[in-house]
């Protein structure tokens, strides 16, 4: 709660349009819906005109549509996450809404906004084939937040000439996301070449002594190139929204 | 046993009424039962008066249902936990009385008890959704042997208003356990703004560098608050049966 | 900051005693004093009753004393942990009171207030002699926080009987701390033979393959006794800290 | 080298205002300074405006002195981190400017530029007072590179009235760098307050199983907040660099 | 090869009795059958009159059948341990002689030697229900080895009266295996109260923060009680092996 | 691209034989083709003549077949990598060119060129039985770039004159290729008897404290043997493909 | 307590030579002294004739004194370990009795009965000179109990022939100790050439990834050699406690 | 000992030239020196040609000039590795020849033979300025053993064409030695740049989450640049050896 509703809620109070117990529930009950499995956050919509988001993993079909439910109400566009295909198939058909289904980002998309025309580009770039996945989950979660996004995969430092032919496209982006699995390294390369904040997502591919994107972890926390942003491995959703609110923060007009 | 016990059976044998071979056998044998591949522990339940736990993982169907057996004959309420669907449909005709299966936290009570009026609040907080079976583990161990338990849901740091919200219901509690995956930070938050014990489980809920619950568990256990008491990773039994113990220690009038 | 405080300010200001500007002030700053570099909690002493503790480590002899500086205008007892005996002698003649310095826990107490007849007994039993330090930090903790406290030190299971001839002392305890590194097997054992809830130490002694006190606490953490409420490794404050804690919830009278 | 720079180049060669000879040496030299143990990157400098930096852990007094020399012709302020007290005892005589040493973030700044004024503001939070040294590379970075910075140190959540008090002046910077140790929660609770960037450090401070940082490190990675830009243990200077990248982008009149 | 046979090689040599070619091809090859893919060890056989045995994980059930037909031509008894009970099943009809196959330890014994009366007690105590598994792997091989075998299951130190009600048959032992999850305590207790060579085995029972055996073979490389042998996680096998060689070292006469 | 290339094209340019616009081109685009999943980078083969490889893990059937479509046009050997033989049977109607799988190495290949006769010596030796699948991907990798391979299995350290006994074959080998999981020990044994360099390759094979693999590479990385090249675990293709670099530099009429 | 001792005193209290007072305090107190901050063990030495042992890590000069005086009583010989020197020269004035410093071995050792002709042989073989200090620790303390002790040192895998130079003397032990770091790998290649069971310590000698001794560690866990008895890093005592121990076992006359 | 001395040692016998007691000790010692402490391995020199090396960390002074002293006699240069400046300066005036000691390597280089035109070139490349000590190790060995070596410092990734400004000197080598610590991603460019074996070092060059080298250990593990032999960390000496030993295999006259 802003301090200004909180003065506002007080002089109301003092001039007797509101009485004491009204202001005591303003003031202590911020909007969210608790269905008792969940308390749906609806606050943070009111606060920041983002999509509401829901992070599927462990959650039963049930409870998965029940929130989607609640969190329409908001008007805002709808994202879920990590959601599997199987889960999909099974409450496809009570979606609250027309479904976009990505089948490697895991995604589900319910538009209740008609796009606007985005400003600002988010590049994603992707050391190997298999990296596809995560980097489509940050492009998804990227661009139904808003902004404007551009994908270019399979871009590893084992053959750097592909890099390097698409640095020219890599430049014009406001924040970079580089997703790499194995030994990571693509995110030190993007840095050191970039001026730009870069986003780095460590992905789990790999075998052996990548220990599940340990290795890539690493790399992207030791980076000798400064400025890099690292997130959870396989965490798309986290370093598309990271990257989407430094690209909210440049504003619709600003050019870097 | 204990020294009264031993003092007693030295002083009948001292005054005759017992041969020293008796004495020697009753201080030697602990009550239990021995069905070789397990050793019913009826001591703890004569001590504690207690029900009886059995933990189901690693265990065959048929163990589980002699074991079940041979603790009823203790006449108190019967717990098992990590108890799985599948296990409990095999052996669910064969159970010795009639059967509370709680499927999200995977535990069978069985009651020979009457319930009697409880007292004493324990409130069990999680931070999400997927955290819930755990937290359900924990809330029936604690109530199975004689806590009043109430349950909050989905009340995690990133939406901090939704547990200021209930700080209420968790100020009348003897004891708070709090239930938290993925980065387990509301453990600390709950311990900053509780006087009360907290009795803290990491949950195996997040993925990457969650590495399977550890990341919680080093939060929880690093955590700036002071007295968090932290247990295994998804040990809810562990956590309500502490909480109970606790709780059981203020006695039935006490009041914080 | 509690309903009640919030529902009176707004009835004050509704009543027209206090004005809106007064009554924000009121409620937005909880008591604590900016050192710039400390924020010193005065709530917390407020709220709970409960000396005030400083934790020593990482902190100048300067920034030390002017904390404890601040803390005493509360009036209560001081307590500051982790405390190297080189920092002690570079401040001890500036401290702002008469200190007990505990060269072996290192700890400084601070006393504001006349000891009182303590009730409600916690023991601290340690598995080793090296593990008596982090055994005394929690000792003074709690004792100091005003609790009655004995110790029983060097009682490792690889001599069991000596454990086994202090159970007496033991079973009178409302909680027991266990401490002990190397296998932290004590805690298990302990944990087996009583009823009460134990609080347990992993401390960092031992060598090679004990990691500092992983090995300790990963023992503790997967202990087969239920009720065993586990604290970071050589953390005898917190574990001081819960121990009294839930002496406290026993009350003044209670008796287990 | 921008395909602009090679396209003119190309275009010169073709013109005949260039050989072919020079024309190699063009392309193949980007900007740098062999000194056998270092190559100096002038690139950097005049590609992107910012100071210099030199990295002083592992490198002699004489690199040290050597390097800076090297770095002052670019004309822009210079910045040395890591650097410890002794050794800018031994080279402070020989500087080739005026030295502003940080003793506390271990930081050496030599001006060349007059200080301008700076617009777009860099907030750094601390959890504790011995998080100050890390918050402090943090902030020395941000402010030599040109962001606006403050500080507020103090605030983790064992006390979390201390952060909320402090909300407004968080809500007016363009990006927050949250340092904490321990159970690193700080960057998780200001993560689900703000909807600003979050540059997240987790600092070594902390004992037992914090193991130097790491738990602090896997609680950001982990974290339930979105949006959270973890850099690696103690990196102060990373994340001052990335929330000044951030801040750059926003623009010199940008407002959030 | 003992160096008594290089001499007597050597000496047939100088005698004539054997040509150069024929001492090289002597010495050089010791026996094994080479079948491509596994080299059959015949050397051990002849050496120590220990049955041959096989470790069936990772192997198919044609490799399984191949070297259990080579292996029989040794005359001992044969053992293959970690045998699937699918593989099993698999081969059983194929197999070269009378099967044991036993479903919990998943060994297959084929003997073709009389068993002969041993002497000699090895005792295996486990903690729990569900370590018997891997305690009777240690049982099964060294019985099939030749030592006399009793097994005590279920006595972990959750409830020590029903280790020590057992104490007086591990007392018997010669050796005692030691057989434990998840806190692994019971090692240090046994090898406390017993002057014996305890050899102790971590099984990977347990969840969470027990790591699939970790925390159970840290507490028994740390144990406080001397002379505790620890085996890899869950290796019945090689504490089986490690106790029969300790039984035959003290002699078939030997009286502890 | 080498610099006598970028020489010639602005020699040419200077010339006026070509034009900016083409100069330009043939400098920023090295060959590779953008099938936008993947960017086939031929000039690998260009350069190095090697067969194109392809590692199938995280691809779908739909990728690898495109893929080696592409990779197809260079007119080399191809090379399949970590292909299940499940993908293997979708694929295997629609591979351009008659397929060689290894269903124990998970290797495919497609051979465009007739085999030459090889020289150059490599020796693959196996550890056990169970390594075998991971000393094939070797053993073919090297065999299709071009090398001469023999394989030596189950020659582990346990029976170590099996090892022995084929020492003269290794001591034919220009590089030896070392493969064992559990101890791992082969490779310094190997190292310790052998000149030539070793490639050694930890497997997962193992249980328990072998961590799949860890305990191999570990071992590996601080053999005392000096001259071992160490790969990752499983990594048969990377130490079949060092193997053969070093094997190549050796030259066709090299002995050792 | 053995159970003929219990049964004694009970006959006597039957037959009324003791009353249940006195009989109540012989079964209670086992013979130990209590020096507060240690609990010497006498049971231990009156049990196994087996000199008492101190380990000096952790403890004060003070301490060391007062229970190696406590010790003395026992007329054992007594041994400490990890004795610094620095510690050695504070206390060695004040030692009762005639000590034997092992500077290598950090061992102390005052004796207290005469050498008695020594029978059973151990050979403790160490890999490298570096391991010299933990095998003399090895040696010191099997010697001190009663065994035969041999030393070979500096016999590691990378020169194999002066391992195998040394096979004779390790065939004439009936227990052998095998100490490395690094690659540990000397335990595997011992256990493959010998028969008798093999007592292996793992050192922390080595740099980078050997992780202070966790390299040796798991290679000799993971052992292809079966009959490996594996002791925490560095634990010198411990192994030569448990080759005594098995030496011990079969007994003065026993030959292997 | 090749076949070929066994079978002429074996012909000797047979035609009476020598006894079979002569016969069994040439067979039985192959050459070393028994120095107690160290058994120094005159047949690797015998063997290989090589230069003697002496690793020096946990070795006294008085046994690093023992073993130099032994080594002496075989006429090869020697070469002493991590030699501290302290232990150097205590033995440098008893060395057995004049001693080239670099400050930076840590190592010796005692000079017997004088130096031959070498051939075959070995680059060492580091990233960084603070991995200098170990690329020099590196180079000192595999220049002292006799190849060809050049280094280039200070190249890594953050500022990339400072790297490919060098790959003409690094495409002339027969083998390049890459060496980085922090994220190590030098080593995977450089081998996606270049043809031939490149020998990875990890540096423990770095702080927080590189764990002391671990990081860049990883990510040249699972670098996606094929042909990347990896070795120990900060392990200059096994990487220079290596590097030699394939430029060996290359013979004089070799050319890629």
Redesign the interface.
Known sequence: ???ET??RI??D??D?SI??EE??RS????P?ENM????V?H??AV??GLPE?IYC???TPK?ILA?LRSLKKSGHNLLAT?LLPETFQKIKKELPGKAEYNLEARTLVIRQKTRQKKEGLIVVVS????D?PVALEAAVTAETFGSRVETV??????????LI?NL?RL?EA??VVAVAG????LA??V???L???V?AI?T????????????????????????????????G??AG??AH??NL???PK?S?
Chains 1, 2, 3, 4, 5, 6, 7, 8 share one sequence.
Request: net charge positive; glycine share 14%.
């Open positions: 709660m802003k301090p909180l003065k007080l002089k109070l003092h007797g009485g004491p202001a005591f003031i202590k009950h911020l969210y008792e499995f969940a308390r956050d606050h943070r606060r920041s988001v993993q462990g959650k409870q929130i990590k050391a190997g084939t298999s596809i995969f399979d871009v590893g430092v084992a053959g750097i000439h592909r032919d020219d430049r406001r924040v194995m030994d990571g390294a030190s390369v840095g050191g070449l001026e730009q904040p986003s460590p789990s591919v790999g075998y052996g002594a990548s220990f599940g994107g340990v290795a890539a972890l690493l790399t992207m926390l030791n980076s000798c190139a400064s400025g890099i942003a690292v997130v959870n491995i396989d965490n959703f986290g929204c990271l609110k430094i923060l440049a504003g600003a870097v």
